[in-house]
């Protein structure tokens, strides 16, 4: 018995090929990102810490509950992690108003400040990761890796992609 050969895979298609190198590439962009998180930050102990300023200064004054749900990170991780960042002045505890027994997260002026320099560090990683790139090559990557994120982000279920995790480079 002999079958019909059936249609010839998509990766017979220039665009094929394109998607197949694409969804190859993916996993060592993500190795890499994970190694830049360590080698690349000023202080990696702090780095998981301090992407939680991110959500805090979106959402405003927020529970450590809603926090760690929003973030999708285990309560006690995100417990760990804010009180690092209350520790160092980044983050204080205020009462909510809605129940004096909570408190909820406010991110101070040094919090604000840190959050800054860490967009600035990042700008700087980019800067001289690119720095012999064309403006024209890095305008169309820029462009086009920011519509491949809107398009992952919308492909995922939910608000999965909504807020960034602790670690994330945000």
Do not use: N, Y
Request: hydrophobic residues 45%; glycine residues 8%.
């Amino acid at each position: 018995m002999t079958r019909s050969p059936g249609p010839a895979p998509a990766v017979a298609t220039p665009r094929g090929r394109s998607v197949e190198t694409l969804s190859e590439q993916l996993p060592r962009f993500l190795r890499l990102i994970s190694a830049a998180k360590v080698h690349l930050s000023t202080d990696p102990r702090d780095r998981a810490a301090l992407v939680l300023l991110h959500p805090l200064v979106r959402l405003g004054p927020i529970r450590q509950g809603a926090l760690a749900e929003q973030v999708r990170a285990d309560p006690s991780t995100v417990s760990r992690h804010v009180a690092a960042l209350v520790q160092e002045g980044l983050v204080q505890r205020v009462a909510d108003e809605s129940d004096g027994r909570a408190t909820r997260l406010l991110v101070t002026d040094a919090g604000l400040a840190a959050l800054e320099q860490l967009g600035r560090d990042r700008a700087a990683v980019v800067q001289r990761i690119t720095a012999d790139w064309q403006p024209d090559d890095l305008a169309s990557f820029t462009g086009l890796l920011g519509r491949f994120l809107d398009d992952l982000a919308a492909a995922l279920p939910g608000d999965a992609a909504a807020t960034p995790v602790p670690g994330d480079l945000r």
